[in-house]
T-cell receptor, first 108, second 114 residues
Framework: AQRVTQPEKLLSVFKGAPVELKCNYS??????LFWYVQYSRQRLQLLLR??SRESIKGFTADLNKGETSFHLKKPFAQEEDSAMYYC??????????FGQGTRLTINP | NAGVTQTPKFRILKIGQSMTLQCTQD?????MYWYRQDPGMGLKLIYY???????DKGEVPNGYNVSRSTTEDFPLRLELAAPSQTSVYFC?????????????FGPGTRLTVL
């Protein structure tokens, strides 16, 4: 069965420091992976997808098939990055399997 | 566009009661989903639909039923509420194809069963 693991439930860094949110997956085929984010009092929304190879709000994520990882990175954290982050794997007919989520707190 | 709307926002049920969680989207999306999120856990798929008249089970369907009579609406029915169904429920929709497979989420319904 496909699985997504986010090993850190909580992550706290200082403003300006680098951020890395870890995501590991298990999948037998070619994975399609996403990062979703939920800011305080807002809806869960897509942050980025690996096939787009894009940088959104300074965040990037590289798919590493050898390590089965899709870690989310940002070189310099900002206070507005504080949120709940979910890694997700596409399964079958547009279904998503979500990790447990990581709550990121950026300290001033 | 309102996007995905869910009602109610909060609800407290007694064990054995039934209720329907409403979900509506105005984006003409083919795909719709129901997830539940327990404290400290990720979202788990309950049911999904690929179009009007078509529904299928997700990872945790027991205790729930759905219907999809229109493109816009995807209600989730709890027939005999149990404490294990205390959770936050999210509805989502998606165009469902290729690069446009982003899921758009509703604000959630917080359900407590006592």
């Amino acid at each position: 069965a496909q699985r997504v693991t986010q090993p850190e439930k909580l992550l706290s860094v200082f403003k300006g420091a680098p951020v890395e949110l870890k995501c590991n997956y298990s999948y037998s085929g070619s994975p399609e992976l996403f990062w979703y984010v939920q800011y305080s009092r807002q809806r869960l929304q897509l942050l980025l997808r690996h096939i787009s190879r894009e940088s959104i709000k300074g965040f990037t994520a590289d798919l590493n098939k050898g390590e089965t990882s899709f870690h989310l990175k940002k070189p310099f954290a900002q206070e507005e990055d504080s949120a709940m982050y979910y890694c997700a794997l596409k399964e079958g007919a547009q279904k998503l399997v979500f990790g447990q989520g990581t709550r990121l707190t950026i300290n001033p | 566009n309102a996007g995905v709307t869910q009602t109610p926002k909060f609800r407290i049920l007694k064990i054995g009661q039934s209720m329907t969680l409403q979900c509506t989207q105005d984006m003409n999306h083919n795909y719709m989903y129901w997830y539940r999120q327990d404290p400290g856990m990720g979202l788990k798929l309950i049911y999904y639909s690929v179009g009007a008249g078509i529904t299928d089970k997700g990872e945790v369907p027991n205790g729930y039923n759905v219907s999809r009579s229109t493109t816009e609406d995807f209600p989730l029915r709890l027939e005999l509420a149990a404490p294990s169904q205390t959770s936050v429920y999210f509805c989502a929709s998606s165009p469902g194809t290729g690069e446009t497979d982003t899921q758009y989420f509703g604000p959630g319904t917080r359900l407590t069963v006592l």
